[in-house]
């Protein structure tokens, strides 16, 4: 069975710190990728990064950086300088297989930035 | 090109009513799924389409039916609503072995 934690409820921050959000998953599948969505207060899931199992490669796009360490079965997310902008829930996905049977979320992480 | 849109936005229905959310993609992808999200639960998979005129269950399809009979669109059904469906639903759509790309959502309430 596939299974994504986000042990993380809620994350409150005063603006400009960094915060990570910790993401762990189990998986019997050799190959799989895994996500980060964003849910900001209107309600939409923003695509943020996807990674695949082969590729462990960490990750950094602006503010954003993720690590991807198998070992750990970990996939984390670092937001450098945090801005207000940044308040959302964030969410862990995992995908096996063939995609078929959708994504396996973790329950999210509400972030706060605060001014 | 407008991605993945769901019709309603809102809904309240009353207890027994029925429904159906429809999604629709621009994006010519095979594969449509629908998730309901729900407090301290995240999404969880309710139905899925890997093509048109197939369906298959997810994690929770009690009380729902699906129906793809045109690539672009995938219906969500509620024959006999109860409050425990009372969610917001999400659609999305992918290509194979791709990240799934998400409609807006609809918020239901059933009263």
């Known amino acids: 069975a596939q299974k994504v934690t986000q042990a993380q409820t809620e994350i409150s921050v005063v603006e400009k710190e960094d915060v990570t959000l910790d993401c762990v998953y189990e998986?019997?599948?050799?190959?799989?990728?895994l996500f980060w969505y964003k849910q900001p207060p209107s309600g939409e899931l923003v695509f943020l990064i996807r990674?695949?199992?082969?590729?462990?490669q960490n990750e950094i796009s602006g503010r954003y950086s993720w690590n991807f360490q198998k070992s750990t079965s970990s996939f984390n997310f670092t937001i450098t300088a945090s801005q207000v902008v940044d308040s959302a829930v964030y969410f862990c996905a995992l995908w096996s297989g063939g995609g078929a049977d959708g994504l396996t979320f973790g329950k999210g992480t509400h972030l706060i930035i605060q001014p | 090109n407008a991605g993945v849109t769901q019709t309603p936005k809102f809904r309240v229905l009353k207890t027994g009513q029925s429904m159906t959310l429809l999604c629709a993609q621009d994006m010519n992808h095979e594969y449509m799924y629908w998730y309901r999200q729900d407090p301290g639960m995240g999404l969880r998979l309710i139905h899925y389409?890997?093509?048109?005129?197939?369906?298959a269950k997810g994690e929770v399809p009690d009380g729902y039916n699906v129906s793809r009979l045109k690539k672009q669109n995938f219906l969500l059904g509620l024959e006999s609503a109860a409050p425990s469906q009372t969610s917001v639903y999400f659609c999305?759509?992918?290509?194979?072995?791709?990240?799934?790309?998400f409609g807006p959502g609809t918020r239901l309430t059933v009263l």
């Open positions: 999305a759509s992918s290509s194979q072995r791709a990240t799934q790309y």
């Open positions: 998986t019997r599948d050799t190959t799989y990728y």
């Open positions: 389409s890997v093509g048109e005129g197939t369906t």
């Open positions: 990674r695949n199992s082969f590729d462990e």
